[in-house]
């Protein structure tokens, strides 16, 4: 299969576009992270760009285009709304007519922000409800997905973490912009920071190799449609951090419990975003990860990350 990752820079595109090396005639995007992967060709591009990005397409004539490469700042989108539209909306429109003019599958990775979390352990057949400006740009984007006829999977996964590229040196990067959640609580934790975490806040933590496996094997399925692919715990902030410090043996005094009207944030967030995975895992033969196992996992490929 010739697989194009949109993306391959950040996180999970980086994890996904390095396993698929394995199997595939791989290649991946990077716009302002420049990252190298074996066995793999790595390409510049601004999905923004619509002629760029219909002109990469269309010589790689790729099978399936994997499209992870989005403004994922919740807060930043919801003040900066034109710049997150542009990338999140228009960018993704660009990757889909690319795809359809040269009959390639999209899968395109969307979030579990699109539920309000009033109710929790949400199914595919729940109505999305979006309440921040972040996840009312991936909804209309997965709209964009579905309307135009091509052959695609919209995933919805929740809290990726993992080891990022750009923090493979270590956990000492002042930057929080490419930093995911568990970076984030490792590097306070220790550093022996206090950390303040909300306890009202729930999701289905996701470990960025699990989803990246996941998403190979959609690749390579005939399968279409939209699937929840997220962890398998449903937990809160608070009680995610707790077990980040469990299980890298780190001192747990630290982490202070605050609730959302306490730790004022910018974008309104949901309160109860669980995702139910049983049709992703019954239709593609899969299995999402418990907290516990992911971070377990993590902590395994420190010496690698460290």
């Given at each position: 299969m010739r697989l194009l990752v949109v993306g391959g820079s950040g996180l999970l595109g980086y994890k996904t576009a390095r396993f698929a090396v394995e199997k595939h005639e791989t290649f991946f995007t990077f716009n302002y992270r420049r990252a190298r992967i074996e066995g793999a060709t790595a390409m510049r591009l601004d999905k923004c760009d619509?002629?760029?990005?219909?002109?990469?397409?269309?010589?790689?004539?790729?099978?399936?285009?994997?499209?992870?490469?989005?403004?994922?700042?919740?807060?930043?989108?919801?003040?900066?709304?034109?710049?997150?539209?542009?990338?999140?909306?228009?960018?993704?429109?660009?990757?889909?007519?690319?795809?359809?003019?040269?009959?390639?599958?999209?899968?395109?990775?969307?979030?579990?922000?699109?539920?309000?979390?009033?109710?929790?352990?949400?199914?595919?057949?729940?109505?999305?409800?979006?309440?921040?400006?972040y996840a009312k740009t991936k909804l209309e984007a997965e709209n964009i997905v579905k309307s135009t006829g091509i052959s695609y999977v919209i995933a919805r996964p929740s809290v990726i973490y993992g080891w990022n590229p750009s923090e493979i040196a270590g956990l000492k990067s002042s930057s929080g912009k490419s930093m995911n959640f568990v970076i984030?609580?490792?590097?306070?934790?220790?550093?022996?920071?206090?950390i303040k975490v909300v306890n009202d806040q729930y999701g289905s933590p996701t470990l960025a190799d699990n989803l990246a496996e996941v998403l190979l094997v959609m690749a390579s399925s005939n399968e279409e449609g939209v699937y929840h692919t997220a962890g398998k715990s449903c937990v809160d902030r608070y009680n995610f951090t707790l077990k980040i410090a469990e299980i890298f043996d780190l001192t747990k005094d630290s982490i202070k419990p605050v609730t959302s009207d306490v730790f004022k944030q910018v974008a309104e967030r949901p309160k109860r975003c669980c995702l139910n995975v049983t049709k992703a895992e019954d239709t593609f033969k899969i299995r999402f990860l418990k907290v516990e196992e992911g971070l377990s996992l993590m902590k395994s490929q420190t010496e690698e990350a460290d």
């Amino acid at each position: 299969m010739r697989l194009l990752v949109v993306g391959g820079s950040g996180l999970l595109g980086y994890k996904t576009a390095r396993f698929a090396v394995e199997k595939h005639e791989t290649f991946f995007t990077f716009n302002y992270r420049r990252a190298r992967i074996e066995g793999a060709t790595a390409m510049r591009l601004d999905k923004c760009d619509r002629a760029a990005t219909l002109n990469m397409i269309k010589k790689i004539k790729p099978d399936v285009v994997i499209d992870a490469a989005a403004l994922h700042s919740v807060d930043y989108c919801e003040t900066h709304p034109t710049e997150a539209w542009k990338v999140n909306v228009a960018g993704t429109r660009n990757i889909v007519d690319g795809c359809k003019q040269v009959d390639s599958k999209m899968i395109f990775l969307s979030t579990d922000y699109v539920f309000n979390g009033k109710e929790g352990y949400y199914s595919e057949d729940d109505i999305p409800d979006p309440l921040n400006y972040y996840a009312k740009t991936k909804l209309e984007a997965e709209n964009i997905v579905k309307s135009t006829g091509i052959s695609y999977v919209i995933a919805r996964p929740s809290v990726i973490y993992g080891w990022n590229p750009s923090e493979i040196a270590g956990l000492k990067s002042s930057s929080g912009k490419s930093m995911n959640f568990v970076i984030w609580a490792l590097g306070k934790l220790r550093n022996g920071q206090d950390i303040k975490v909300v306890n009202d806040q729930y999701g289905s933590p996701t470990l960025a190799d699990n989803l990246a496996e996941v998403l190979l094997v959609m690749a390579s399925s005939n399968e279409e449609g939209v699937y929840h692919t997220a962890g398998k715990s449903c937990v809160d902030r608070y009680n995610f951090t707790l077990k980040i410090a469990e299980i890298f043996d780190l001192t747990k005094d630290s982490i202070k419990p605050v609730t959302s009207d306490v730790f004022k944030q910018v974008a309104e967030r949901p309160k109860r975003c669980c995702l139910n995975v049983t049709k992703a895992e019954d239709t593609f033969k899969i299995r999402f990860l418990k907290v516990e196992e992911g971070l377990s996992l993590m902590k395994s490929q420190t010496e690698e990350a460290d």
